[in-house]
């Protein structure tokens, strides 16, 4: 397996060398050229004045040419050949040591061509310049050749070179040092953060990244610790949901073998007590029956399974549950009162809404007081269908309505238990709701009571093909 810091160093380490080269070889490259232009100006401008004045002698010799050399005071050159038309040199300075004029140059301008040539070798700039020289009437009566050595111009550029390559060597070493101390600084922020992953696959939910700075990595790691978060309350809602279902399942389980155990072992038992025991079985298994229903339903709404969602009357489903809750609101001494509109209607499962409305109702009842009420009463506006349950009963406490919808919670324990609650509900009221895009408030009543307040958004007429 091949490092990031190896790659992310090796990548940065051969862009710095380019950057490096390009640093070197453009500054050098571009001020040779500009010299070039500069000798080439200056040589051809020195060739031309020497060439007007030499046009002015009907022949070239070595009197009338070395008069008029003298005369403009030609110097600085590392060599002077002027040759008359039939290439003879009539004028040649002898310059410096071991240059040899361009013979081939000299040639061509006696046809008539302007001859320039400028390199950099061994350390020095040499240049060359050669032009035909022509009289008044235009015709070409000889050459002018002009040699250059600048070796002070060169060793300038050399210096600036050589300062160029230091400069580089040390920008590059400091630039690797950087890239070697980030690129450890980055890979250390991700091994802790490979690390706390580790941690976390094991199954401690409750490790935690320690974040620092405010780049990619630190968000990475906030997005990191905010799904361990809810990895750990994930868990810890799913150990409470089979402790509690646990619980609730044995606790009918236990009181239907205890009752059946007493039957057994009681030979001598009386027609009515049997029939009690067996009319207190029956409600526990009832009991259990309503509790395994309420866990599928919950199951099958985590599972989140896709259903083809049809208009639903809520009145009408309101109708539905109250003709079943009738009789326990009889038994409860509750009156229910219902105030529902026409027209209200909701893209959802008719199974998910009754469930919905059947056990708000429900609740509302077994928590009321006797000769209590429960009201319901469903309303739409443009955007809107609402169903609103209240009731005038004990009530929930501030402190417990953001729990309410939990499941297995329960306000008052002994009293849900008693009313044949098993906490769960709520949670399908909720966990429907959500499933078809509505929301679910909970307040209180005054003077006592609770109302819960479901709102659904209001399907258009192409929607429900009403």
């Avoid at 300038?156 to 101390?181: C, E, F, H, K, Y």
């Avoid at 309303?379 to 919808?405: K, Q, S, Y």
């Amino acid at each position: 397996m091949h490092s990031i810091r190896n790659q992310f160093v090796a990548f940065v380490s051969v862009l710095l060398v380019i950057l490096l080269i390009l640093l070197n070889i453009f500054p050098l490259t571009a001020s040779r050229d500009q010299v070039f232009e500069e000798k080439k100006a200056s040589l051809s401008a020195q060739a031309s004045v020497i060439s007007s004045s030499l046009g002015g002698l009907d022949s070239l010799t070595r009197e009338t040419v070395s008069d008029v050399l003298a005369f403009l005071d030609i110097s600085g050159f590392a060599r002077t050949i002027v040759v008359n038309d039939e290439g003879i040199s009539v004028y040649d300075d002898g310059g410096q040591t071991g240059v040899d004029p361009e013979i081939a140059d000299l040639r061509e301008s006696l046809s008539g061509k302007n001859i320039f040539h400028s390199f950099f070798e061994d350390s020095a700039f040499r240049s060359s310049a050669s032009m035909p020289v022509s009289n008044r009437l235009g015709m070409i009566t000889g050459a002018v050749y002009l040699y250059e050595y600048d070796a002070q111009r060169a060793q300038i550029l050399m210096g600036i070179q050589s300062r160029i390559r230091n400069l580089s060597l040390a920008i590059g070493l400091v630039s690797l040092a950087t890239v070697a101390v980030f690129s450890e600084v980055l890979i250390r922020r991700m091994r802790e953060l490979v690390s706390s992953i580790r941690i976390v696959a094991a199954g401690d939910y409750s490790h935690r990244l320690v974040t620092r700075g405010n780049d990619e990595l630190t968000e990475l790691g906030d997005e990191f610790n905010q799904l361990t978060e809810r990895l750990d309350t994930t868990e810890k809602q799913r150990r409470r949901f089979v402790s509690d279902a646990s619980h609730e399942l044995k606790t009918p389980l236990a009181s239907i073998r205890l009752l059946s155990d007493s039957i057994v072992q009681n030979e001598d038992i009386d027609p009515e007590m049997m029939r009690e025991f067996v009319t207190d079985i029956g409600n526990e298994a009832e009991r259990l029956q309503r509790t395994t229903e309420k866990l599928l339903d919950l199951s099958r709404l985590d599972d989140d399974i896709q259903v083809v969602p049809e208009p639903v009357d809520v009145k009408q489903t309101v109708i539905d549950a109250i003709s079943m809750l009738n009789p326990l609101a009889a038994e409860k001494s509750v009156k229910l009162r219902c105030d529902l509109a026409d027209g209200c209607v909701i893209m959802a499962t008719a199974e998910d809404l009754y469930h919905i409305v059947f056990n708000l109702i429900e609740n509302a009842i077994k928590y009321n007081v006797n000769d209590g009420m429960v009201h319901v009463v469903s309303e739409a506006d443009e955007n809107t269908v609402t169903l609103t349950v209240e009731d005038t009963g004990i009530g929930i406490p501030e402190e417990d309505r953001l729990n309410i919808f939990s499941r297995f919670y329960r306000v008052d324990k002994a009293r849900s238990r008693e009313a044949g609650g098993s906490g769960l509900g709520l949670s399908i009221v909720h966990d429907a709701v959500l499933a078809h895009g509505g929301s679910i408030t909970v307040g209180a009543n005054k003077p006592q009571g609770s109302v819960f307040i479901v709102s659904f958004p209001r399907p258009s007429s192409e929607e429900t093909g009403i």
